[in-house]
């Protein structure tokens, strides 16, 4: 049941002046509303029954705390009883008892990862009140990932299939009692074997034998806790990617994946993709995916959730990654510039053989000959369609490069892909010099990146799988959002100061020379 806030003031609640008006937590408690979580999730609890609830604003501003300061459930509520700043941004009295730790794990579990969309709405209530204040403005936008390493390390197939038949074992002594003789329990000594590939082999052989084993000494309604490892191992060794070493590489965090830093680097866990902007630095939305993620698969879902705060964006800024189609297409329909450089993956073309313009719908080559006509081709073997533009065949015959160019044919044929226009008039605006001032502005998310990883623990993950690292990802996000509220409010209210205080002492200096 969710209660009433109390309201009643304490004598103790005096002590709360002796907080600096500077104070990040005194500001945010002054500046933003967060009276909208309870209404938020007020539908979670029940109106009628139970035992009276701590309020979700209070449990989401613990939350808050943690990841702003990064502790642990325990510490959080150690600190906030003896902190003036915590206690007033809490807005409790002085003397109130905190929740135990272990609720905060609760609340966290059951209400926020249970519904991922919660702290969605979160994020974009606080950028909208941003933007009502004029604390954010018409600004750009840009967008980019970073990866969290799993809490837990990565294993090899031979390994977690070991882990798993030991699983299987062990659940069925605490079902049962006991493992039926006729089930094979000597595990193979992967270790000893030299070939990776024979050990992957008989390890795999070895479980798949010994669950056929199991499952026909058991009954399925009687042992539900074992049927559920076994159907779990099944489907992990039915995933063709998991003998690869591209799936499941841990039985603690089944949905980490490995991904890329780069061609030589990897790492073993989740991928966090967000929308910041460029002038405030504020995140305005957060996905979060496992290592394997293609950077831009979820940018339409993450532009929508920017746009829900009411932000207007005239620019979008992003890495090499993000030059699609897809995604140029959705920067176009909301009326931003895109600032993404030319991916050589969408778009390749020798532009110093081949110049396109695009109002005569011509290709040029270096010798000056010119298309004069097009073809839409069938879809070739990778299911694509392209162009195929052809010169003049009687200019060809005469070009002093026909050799190297033309080869077999008569006239030079140029083959592009549908969008390949389109990408090299992206191509020519790049090589401006507003292009490459303008694009300085993304800077500011490699910056971003490290800050929550060095001073908010996103470096690696809390807990294990795709909703705990997903909440965990969310709450850094809102930290460090309302830490740069915070900054720029501070510095605001300082710029007012000093201007007033200018104007007191130099106001009346001018007045009387003006006399």
């Known amino acids: ?13 005096l002590l709360y002046y002796k907080i600096p008006k500077k104070h990040t937590l005194r500001i945010l408690k002054e500046e933003l509303d967060f009276s909208f979580i309870n209404k938020l999730l007020e539908n979670t609890y029940s109106k009628y029954y139970g035992r009276p609830a701590k309020e979700p604003e209070l449990m989401l501003k613990l939350l808050i705390l943690q990841r702003l300061y990064n502790l642990s459930d325990e510490r959080v509520i150690e600190d906030a009883s003896l902190n003036l700043a915590y206690m007033y941004f809490l807005d409790i009295n002085p003397e109130k008892e905190l929740p135990h730790p272990s609720l905060l794990a609760k609340f966290r579990v059951k209400k926020l990862e249970a519904n991922d969309l919660t702290t969605d709405e979160i994020i974009t209530e606080v950028s909208k009140q941003c933007v009502e204040k004029g604390i954010v403005k018409e600004t750009g936008v840009t967008i980019d990932t970073t990866h969290t390493e799993a809490n837990t390390f990565k294993a090899t197939p031979e390994r977690v299939m070991k ?25 193979p000594e992967y270790k000893v074997i030299e070939d990776h590939q024979e050990a992957k082999s008989i390890m795999k052989n070895y479980l798949e ?18 049927k559920e490892v076994i159907e779990n191992a099944k489907a992990i060794l ?56 293609v950077d831009g698969t979820q940018f339409h879902e993450l532009l929508e959730l920017t746009q829900k705060s009411g932000l207007v964006i005239p620019e979008v800024y992003g890495d090499r990654a993000y030059f699609r189609k897809h995604i140029l297409d959705d920067i176009k329909k909301i009326g931003a510039s895109p600032y993404i450089p030319v991916s050589a993956m969408a778009y390749r073309l020798d532009e110093d ?30 299911d694509q369609e392209y162009y195929k533009y052809y010169f003049e065949k009687e200019v ?13 044919t008569v006239g030079r044929v140029l083959t592009v892909g549908l969008n390949t226009p389109e990408f090299y008039e992206y ?14 502005k993304r800077a500011c998310q490699e910056w971003k990146n490290g800050e929550m990883k060095n001073f908010h623990g996103l470096d690696r993950a809390r807990g294990y799988g795709l909703k705990s690292m997903t909440t965990q990802a969310k709450l850094t996000a809102l930290a460090v959002n309302l830490k740069r509220v915070a900054s720029i409010l501070s510095s605001k209210n300082t710029n007012n100061l000093l201007v007033f205080t200018t104007f007191r002492i130099i106001g009346p200096k001018i007045n009387n020379f003006i006399e």
């Open 1 to 13: 049941m969710l209660k009433e806030k109390d309201m009643q003031l304490s004598m103790y609640s």
């Open 163 to 187: 882990k798993l038949a030991y699983k299987i074992f062990n659940t069925m002594r605490e079902e049962i009692g006991e493992i039926p003789s006729t089930v094979n329990q000597d595990v």
């Open 209 to 226: 034998e010994t669950i056929l084993q199991i499952e026909e000494t058991i009954h399925p309604e009687h042992t539900p806790k074992t």
């Open 238 to 293: 039915n995933d063709p990617k998991f003998i690869q070493q591209k799936g499941v590489r841990s039985i603690v965090d089944q949905e980490a994946r490995v991904g890329r830093k780069s061609k030589t680097t990897n790492f073993f866990g989740y991928k966090m993709e967000y929308i910041m902007t460029t002038e405030e630095r504020l995140i305005t939305a957060v996905r979060v995916n496992d290592g394997a993620y």
């Open 353 to 382: 053989k081949f110049q396109y313009n695009k109002d005569s719908d011509e290709w040029f080559c270096v010798q000056g000959n010119k298309t004069i006509r097009k073809k839409k081709t069938n879809k070739n073997k990778r």
């Open 396 to 408: 060809c015959r005469e070009c002093p490069l026909r050799e190297s160019c033309a080869k077999k």
């Open 427 to 440: 191509s020519q605006l790049q090589k401006t010099d507003e292009f490459k001032e303008r694009y300085k």
